[in-house]
């Protein structure tokens, strides 16, 4: 019996907000060892119940176990509340949102400190930990070795992925995911604005907007390989000429119906820009060619 519950990896859990409650849970339903602090205490003794071994300070918890994770507000969080611990010989699994410098910042600073780093970007929310079919993932960079050596353990709350050992990617790629999720957002919220005024159910566009953008999503696999290949102009399906001529519908459309286009012309602009470079037999991959100082 007790064979089983040791070979459950003991985790430190500093930070029990919405997500590191989550992450908490998934891994105490999993019959692994879980030490826990948070700053308001009550966050924490509300774990006790269901298993949790509560710290008084967080240099308890981090003397408590090896591996370290933490899920804090923000970067600035995280230098305060490891500051008075000592993190000799400890693996710290920062799963905080920061940027990718924070990041690159932060496994120095573990490493000064005799620590491991691994940095995590959570592609989730919180109802989607420990729960497989959400589709779920953390974004890993930093120590391979960390990440082999706990993968088991880093999979229980969510799917993990692991992007290289430049401790600045998982953020890196969590931002690119998000801002492009946003760009999605932009042009949603364009179409729903178009039909705002019209006897048009906005649940019936929504399907069909949700397809559309589904069936789009491949293009950014074309988008690569140009990028790769350097050819702008290979495999175009719609080429840049073609596509600048027809954002005179778009904006005359918004226009009358009292849309505003703000959300598409920084984009139309750039495509316009990018044409008169000579490049209208190009992709739209040109566009990134303007944005990139
Ligand atoms: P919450 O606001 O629910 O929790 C924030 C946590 O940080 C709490 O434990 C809070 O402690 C603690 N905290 C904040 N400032 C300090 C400080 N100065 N010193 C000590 N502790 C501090 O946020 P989430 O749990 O939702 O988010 C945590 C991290 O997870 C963030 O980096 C977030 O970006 C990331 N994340 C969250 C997602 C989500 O959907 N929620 C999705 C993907 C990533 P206290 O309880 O005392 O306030």
């Known amino acids: 019996m007790t064979h089983n519950l040791a070979e459950k990896t003991p985790v430190t859990m500093l930070g029990l907000g919405a997500m590191g409650t989550a992450l908490t849970r998934s891994w105490l339903a999993a019959g692994h060892p879980l030490t826990v602090w948070?700053?308001?205490?009550?966050?924490?003794?509300?774990?006790?119940?269901?298993?949790?071994?509560i710290a008084d300070t967080a240099a308890e918890a981090v003397a408590a176990n090896r591996l370290i994770?933490?899920?804090?507000?923000?970067?600035?969080?995280?230098?305060?509340?490891?500051?008075?611990?000592?993190?000799a010989d400890r693996d710290l699994v920062n799963l905080t949102t920061s940027t990718p410098a924070e990041a690159r910042a932060r496994a120095e600073w573990?490493?000064?400190?005799?620590?491991r780093y691994l940095d995590g970007g959570i592609?989730?929310?919180?109802?989607?930990?420990?729960?497989?079919?959400?589709?779920?993932?953390?974004?890993?960079?930093g120590s391979r070795d960390l990440f082999e050596r706990y993968q088991e353990t880093l999979s229980i709350p969510a799917g993990t992925t692991y992007v290289g050992e430049d401790a600045g990617?998982?953020?890196?790629?969590?931002?690119?995911?998000?801002s492009a999720m946003y760009g999605m957002f932009a042009g949603a919220a364009h179409a729903f604005a178009l039909i705002r005024r019209e006897d048009i159910d906005p649940a019936a566009l929504a399907p069909m907007l949700a397809d559309w953008l589904v069936a789009m999503a491949p293009a950014v696999h074309r988008t690569a390989e140009q990028l790769r290949s350097g050819d702008y102009t290979k495999?175009?399906?719609?080429?840049?000429?073609?596509?600048?001529?027809?954002?005179?519908?778009?904006?005359?459309?918004?226009?009358?119906q009292g849309v505003s286009p703000e959300l598409l012309s920084p984009?139309?602009?750039?495509?316009?820009?990018?044409?008169?470079?000579?490049?209208?037999e190009e992709d739209l991959t040109g566009v990134i060619e303007l944005l990139v100082n």
């Open 169 to 178: 990617f998982a953020s890196l790629h969590d931002v690119a995911l998000l």
């Open 267 to 280: 984009y139309f602009e750039l495509m316009r820009r990018r044409l008169a470079e000579g490049s209208g």
């Open 69 to 87: 994770v933490l899920c804090l507000m923000d970067d600035t969080s995280v230098g305060e509340v490891l500051d008075d611990t000592d993190l």
């Open 110 to 115: 573990a490493r000064a400190r005799g620590a």
């Open 235 to 256: 495999d175009v399906v719609s080429n840049l000429a073609m596509q600048v001529a027809g954002t005179r519908t778009f904006l005359s459309t918004a226009e009358q």
């Open 38 to 53: 948070n700053r308001t205490p009550a966050r924490a003794a509300a774990l006790a119940p269901e298993g949790a071994q």
């Open 123 to 141: 592609m989730a929310v919180p109802p989607m930990i420990g729960v497989p079919e959400s589709g779920g993932y953390v974004l890993y960079s």
